[in-house]
């Protein structure tokens, strides 16, 4: 019969916990292809995207937007709203997402 002794830190019961446990590499090696095959997998479901056009407002936030133009400044994305209109401006939007904005550049 097993004491309280027996299942401390130095005692069996950590060694056999130890015991199942796989190699470091058998565990980087099964992680890394669980992670590749989830790659695939949303690869897989979102490849057919890439080739569909722009729907509602995307126009006028990307292709019509002067801060996502090569030419503009990176300063201006900080201090336009989503649509590239100045936040002062009465007619802007007031809707203030810079690092959106950030990945259409």
């Given at each position: 019969?097993?004491?309280?002794?027996?299942m401390t830190d130095s005692g069996r019961g950590k060694k056999s916990c130890l015991q199942?446990?796989?190699p470091l590499q058998v565990e980087v090696a099964w992680a890394a292809a669980?992670?590749?095959?989830?790659l695939a997998l949303c690869a897989l479901c979102y490849s057919n995207s890439?080739?569909?056009?722009?729907?509602?407002?995307?126009?006028?936030?990307?292709?019509?937007?002067p801060d996502?133009?090569?030419?503009?400044?990176?300063?201006?994305?900080?201090s336009n709203d989503f649509w590239g209109k100045r936040m002062a401006d009465n007619t802007s939007h007031k809707s203030y997402r810079p690092?959106?904005?950030l990945t259409f550049k």
């Open positions: 019969m097993e004491t309280r002794a027996d199942w446990r796989l669980c992670y590749a095959a989830l890439l080739q569909g056009e722009f729907v509602h407002d995307d126009v006028w936030a990307i292709v019509n937007n996502v133009r090569p030419g503009s400044s990176l300063r201006n994305i900080f690092l959106c904005i």
